[in-house]
């Protein structure tokens, strides 16, 4: 009778095993979501991290290192689209020509340029495990994209039509700074 009871409580536990893991997995949660998770509990902008990391398909199955290089390569996709964005608005009437926003746009193009080239350096750095040099240049890269915002508030009454562009980039690299922290 007690070996009946022992054989039942066992199966009974892992039909529940088996089960939870399949609801889980319905659900899209699972150890890879933990580790996103855990990762983005470590910085600043919690749901930016979690909303950025799970939207690229090879984070589903990456560890730290590799969730510290996807990190990157989002701050470099949106730095490339801050840098077409702010094209298409040197083109824009009050922001073309000789007018002081033209010249504020044209610094932001210049500023977005060499970040996204700190972004890939640090791409670099980051394979060869110099997490020291990454967060020079990630560092870097946050201080372009204050400079661009700064231009604008240089001129009384006049709105930067990059400021959310230019904080969520530095949410981004925030996030790459945190996410390398943890690798040493």
């Not at 110099?130 to 001129?155: H, R």
């Amino acid at each position: 009778m007690e070996a009946c009871r022992a054989s039942s409580s066992l199966s009974l536990y892992l039909l529940f095993s088996f089960s939870f893991a399949f609801f889980m997995a319905a659900l899209g949660l699972s150890d890879d979501t933990d580790v996103i998770s855990s990762t983005c509990n470590h910085t600043l902008y919690f749901d930016v991290c979690m909303s950025t990391l799970t939207s690229r398909p090879s984070s589903r199955r990456a560890d730290v290192h590799a969730l510290a290089a996807i990190s990157l390569d989002v701050g470099i996709t949106h730095a490339k689209a801050t840098i077409s964005y702010a094209r298409s608005l040197s083109k824009q009437k009050g922001f073309a020509g000789g007018t002081y926003a033209s010249g504020c746009i044209a610094d932001c193009l210049e500023e977005y340029k060499e970040a996204v080239q700190s972004l890939h350096d640090s791409t670099g750095a980051l394979r060869r495990g110099s997490y020291d040099t990454v967060n020079a240049l990630v560092s870097g890269a946050m201080t372009n994209s204050d400079a661009c915002e700064s231009a604008f508030g240089e001129k009384p009454g006049l709105q930067s039509p990059l400021t959310e562009r230019n904080d969520f980039f530095f949410k981004l690299c925030s996030n790459s700074l945190a996410i390398t922290n943890l690798l040493g």
